[in-house]
């Protein structure tokens, strides 16, 4: 550290004013490759994870839900630990330097939120993998939502082939959870990916996906205006009553105008997880005419967030039957976030005889490792004849 005392004239006197000036961080020495200060997947499946932070004192790498592992020191200045060999996945992380929560800045795969903190790592040979299969086009859209007065932005994904002259094809709208954005089925979900190998492989049917974005941003919706106490009384009934409003008024509308797609309740799906759960549950039972199939993955529910639509529906279990292809439910089995949701949604789903399909994944909590799966099973039964 320097301390500069730049000299201050003023009225005919001279006043030193000490200023701090800090030294810039230590980079990794040029004369090393820079995969020696990276981290990196190896050939076996594990991953050896590197940090170059030669001033810190004591560094630790949290992988997903397990323990955090402590990494050593070398003589270099660099933080390294080699975990076991891992399955083929998507792996989130971060770094615990010195008490201060880091993503892996030595990457380029941070893990889209709204207060980035974790960074992503694939281990490769699953469905989650670029394959050299024949690829679909995702398109970044930007439109005007008139529900919400405001530019708003969302994901579309096509199915390879697909042109201006194609037969209309069926929609699904997937939601993402709290705190995401709308780049988390992308980057994190890998939805493109298990779209295309499951087209290759041809075990779905082909779809255009929507990915909108959960959070509208409204002022009366915006997460950082409530406590965290407060998110289910005050957040999430408003912001999905305003997401319920733009997906209705403008989304469907703006793809019935822009693309080749169906107009039936059977050629459209509405998904979610964890909060995006709550907003298919929302959206897809208040409005069973325009929706066939529902899905929601460790879902919030009326249990601890009411909603008088939804709770209307579930009172007329007939009209669900009759209206839904396939309502699915899932959850991991030790998940602490919405278990009471979900296990007051599916209670309630078997006292009215409601139909539905119930999946939970056993040791899994609230975790993309359910909500992967979740979205390429659901994937394999929508939109069957």
């Known amino acids: 550290m320097r301390l500069l005392f730049p000299l201050l004239v003023a009225a005919g006197c001279v006043m030193s004013a000490p200023v701090l000036a800090l030294d810039a961080p230590a980079s990794p020495p040029a004369e090393q490759p820079l995969k020696n200060f990276v981290t990196s997947v190896e050939k076996d499946g594990s991953i050896t994870f590197r940090l170059y932070a030669p001033s810190a004192k004591a560094v630790s790498v949290a992988l997903g839900s397990r323990d955090p592992l402590a990494m050593q020191k070398g003589d270099d200045g660099t933080w390294s630990v080699k975990t076991e060999i891992l399955k083929p996945d998507l792996y989130e992380y971060y770094f615990n330097i010195d008490g201060f929560r880091s993503i892996d800045t030595g990457t380029n795969a941070p893990k889209p939120q709204r207060q980035v903190n974790t960074s992503l790592i694939l281990v490769p040979g699953s469905i ?44 699904l709208y997937l939601y993402h959870g ?22 290759a492989e041809k075990k779905i049917e082909p779809m255009i996906v929507v990915i909108p974005d959960t959070e509208t941003d409204i002022p009366e919706a915006i997460a950082e205006n409530f406590p965290g106490a407060d998110r289910r009384k005050d957040f999430y009934p408003a912001n999905a009553e305003a997401a319920d409003r733009e997906l209705i008024e403008d989304l469907i509308p703006y793809m019935k105008a822009h693309y080749r797609v169906r107009n039936d309740a059977d050629g459209r ?15 897809g039972l208040s409005h069973l005419g325009t929706f066939g199939w529902v899905a929601t993955f460790s879902g919030v529910s009326t249990t601890t967030v009411p909603n008088k639509a939804v709770d209307a529906a579930l009172n ?12 699915t439910v899932t959850v991991g089995s030790k998940d602490q976030v919405v278990g009471k949701d979900v296990a007051g949604l599916k209670a309630v789903l078997e006292e009215k005889k409601i139909t539905h399909e119930y ?12 909500w992967r799966p979740s979205l390429a099973a659901f994937l394999e039964k929508v939109f069957r004849k």
Do not use: C
């Open 178 to 199: 709290f705190g995401d954005t709308v780049g988390s089925w992308v980057a994190q979900g890998r939805a493109p990916q298990i779209l295309d190998n499951l087209l």
């Open 316 to 327: 007329e279990p007939a009209k669900i039957n009759k209206t839904l292809r396939n309502f």
């Open 128 to 171: 989650l993998d670029i394959r050299n299969v024949p690829h679909g086009d995702l398109r970044l859209v930007t439109l005007h939502s008139k529900a919400l007065k405001s530019e708003r932005q969302m994901y579309v994904y096509t199915p390879p082939g697909y042109t201006d002259a194609s037969k209309p094809l069926p929609v």
């Open 269 to 283: 799906a509405v998904v979610g997880l964890s909060q995006g759960g709550y907003q298919a549950l929302v959206s």
């Open 359 to 370: 999946h939970e994944y056993p040791d899994l909590q609230h975790e993309m490792d359910v």
